[in-house]
């Protein structure tokens, strides 16, 4: 691996503050026993384009939809303006932390690994070890990784397959809930063999390729409205009320209805502005001009789609 090239990966990390066949090919190391650890190389991504070499970013708002959380991808992510992201900052102007935070988009990243050691003992649980697996990588495991490149700590690209660097995920405790701040790459490179490498390179995937399609920006608004409003979604917003919508949503801004977010040390959510919330007009005026804004959208929409 070039110094060059490296040096790309390197300044890939400095800027991020990421198919079918793989979709049930991911490493739970959630379900490691506690106080145990993983050994994993990291690989690189098929994309060689991919400015962070062996991550891609992964960016989505949770919903509670017909009595059920629905994980559904953030628009921003496709470079598009995202309605969810609007509702989580309106909050936050509100003065509104918990239902902020609870509309805020959460980050995580896509890798490709080799498993060294695997510590999952769980029943019905098939030993990975020596096998390629995705890894889904919350904020404070990629904190670590990011941390390693920006502090000099890494000097060659740690998924390079002569002289990488193994990644050990070490889980612990902290109160009721599991922590891997302890996790971190080991101090010694090594150098896979040939048998490996050959293996590697036929699993190998775009991580562009986990990602999740592009959803319609009706689908969207609708599942959003849902979500605000307390309504059924099915997927056909025809014959919605839409007034009754708006006085759903404008009690939603004003009560704070929804309930608090779990904490969640994966998630970055902004700071919210030390200001007092807005009266309760000026609540009511925000909330009906961005059912009206979702409203025109979706006419706009199916106004084109007649003309087609």
Known sequence: MAKQDFANFKAGFSAATASNAVKNNYYPFFKMPDDSSARIRFLPDLNEDNPLGFMIEKITHQLTVNGEKKTVPCLASYGDECPICKVSKEYYDAGDKVNGKLYWKKKNYLAQALIGEDPIIEKGHESADGKVKIFSIGFSIFKIIKDSFE???????PFAYEDGTDFIIKKTKQGEFASYTLSKFARKS?????DQIDY?????VDLATLLPKKPELATIEGLLMAALTGKSYDGD??????????KAMASSFKKGAAKPAATDDEDEAPVARVAAPAVESDEDAEAQALLAELKAKREAAKRAASAE
């Not at 090594?190 to 040939?194: A, E």
């Not at 590697?200 to 190998?204: D, G, K, N, R, T």
């Not at 917003?237 to 708006?246: I, L, T, V």
């Open 151 to 157: 502090s000099g700590e890494l000097d060659v690209a």
């Open 190 to 194: 090594s150098t896979l063999d040939q």
């Open 200 to 204: 590697v390179q036929s699993e190998l």
């Open 237 to 246: 917003e025809d014959g919605e009320d839409d007034n009754d919508s708006m």
